[in-house]
């Protein structure tokens, strides 16, 4: 079946470092792939998406490409903030919604 | 707009009580969703809707009963609380059905403790 497999975290990071979270899926088709972000006592929220293979979604700096010949889809940002921190999860849109298993992201100034 | 709703924000029950979390949507959307998110395991999905009227089971139905009387409305019962449903739960709705590039909004969640 689908799934969602995402790097393993907590991942702790000076400002301005540069952030890699990677993200591989399985899927029959062509799933939407997404990235959602959620912060400290709250619901998830989108952060970026895409929808085919080779579509870059973008966001507040964030970015990732959908690379349908490695099945990726990893989260990218050139340099990251202290307000960055946060719990960051990857997600399919196949027959239903997958996500992955969660990387805790924390900034230190 | 609210959004996706969600009462109450936290609850503690004791092991046999049932209880009834609250789910609403304002945006019209036809699919509605509820999520547990434990540590180390993401989300998983518990039942979902693709409109009112139809509901059907995800990956860890048991022990949860859903229904899905109006478009807005998506309610999630706890029959018999354990605990093991100790858990932060989160309803989610998108305008379409998955397999569609819609995205899905999220509540604030409901933080349960079953003791």
């Known amino acids: 079946g689908d799934s969602v497999t995402q790097m393993e975290g907590p991942v702790t990071l000076s400002e301005e470092a540069f952030l890699t979270i990677n993200c591989t899926y399985t899927?029959?088709?062509?799933?939407?792939l997404f990235w959602y972000v959620q912060y400290p006592g709250e619901g998830l929220q989108l952060l970026l998406k895409?929808?085919?293979?080779?579509d870059k979604g973008s966001n507040k700096g964030f970015e990732a490409t959908y690379r349908k010949e490695t099945t990726s889809f990893h989260l990218e940002k050139g340099s990251v903030q202290v307000s960055d921190s946060a719990v960051y999860f990857c997600?399919?849109?196949?027959?239903?919604?997958?996500f992955g298993t969660g990387t805790s992201l924390t900034v230190i100034p | 707009n609210a959004g996706v709703t969600q009462t109450p924000k936290f609850q503690v029950l004791k092991t046999g009580q049932s209880m009834t979390l609250q789910c609403a949507q304002d945006?019209?959307?036809?699919?509605m969703s509820w999520y547990r998110q434990d540590p180390g395991m993401g989300l998983r999905l518990i039942h979902y809707s693709v409109g009112a009227g139809i509901t059907d089971q995800g990956e860890v139905p048991n022990g949860y009963n859903v229904s899905r009387s109006t478009t807005e409305d998506f309610p999630l019962r706890l029959l018999s609380a354990a605990p093991s449903q100790t858990s932060v739960y989160f309803c989610?709705?998108?305008?379409?059905?998955?397999?569609?590039?819609?995205?899905?909004?999220f509540g604030p969640g409901t933080r349960l403790t079953v003791t």
């Open positions: 895409a929808t085919k293979a080779d």
């Open positions: 989610a709705s998108s305008y379409g059905m998955t397999g569609q590039s819609y995205e899905q909004y």
């Open positions: 997600a399919l849109s196949g027959n239903q919604f997958y």
């Open positions: 945006m019209n959307h036809e699919y």
């Open positions: 899927a029959t088709g062509y799933p939407s």
